[in-house]
């Protein structure tokens, strides 16, 4: 390898290096949200709360449906 190969090789790696110290960054800065806001300390806590949560989305948005139904009938929508 050429001197101005090995500076090009070294310029990528300091630039690899920023890149996974910011994205480290805002890794934990987001587990910090996640804690705060909703007390969940992984990202295994985060995919059960997800599922949780999108079952009672699935379930709300039956329920407005169902209503929704009733009222167009009653209503001779």
């Given at each position: 390898m050429t001197e101005q190969e090995l500076f090009k090789l070294k310029e990528k790696v300091d630039?690899?290096?920023t890149t996974v110290s910011e994205l480290r960054g805002q890794y934990n800065a987001m587990m910090k949200q996640l804690k705060d806001d909703w007390k969940i300390?992984?990202?295994e806590d985060?995919?059960?709360?997800?599922?949780?949560?999108?079952?009672?989305?699935?379930n709300l948005n039956q329920k407005i449906s169902k209503h929704t139904e009733e009222l167009e009938t009653k209503f001779e929508l």
């Open positions: 630039i690899a290096k300390i992984s990202l985060a995919k059960m709360e997800l599922k949780k949560m999108s079952k009672e989305i699935d």
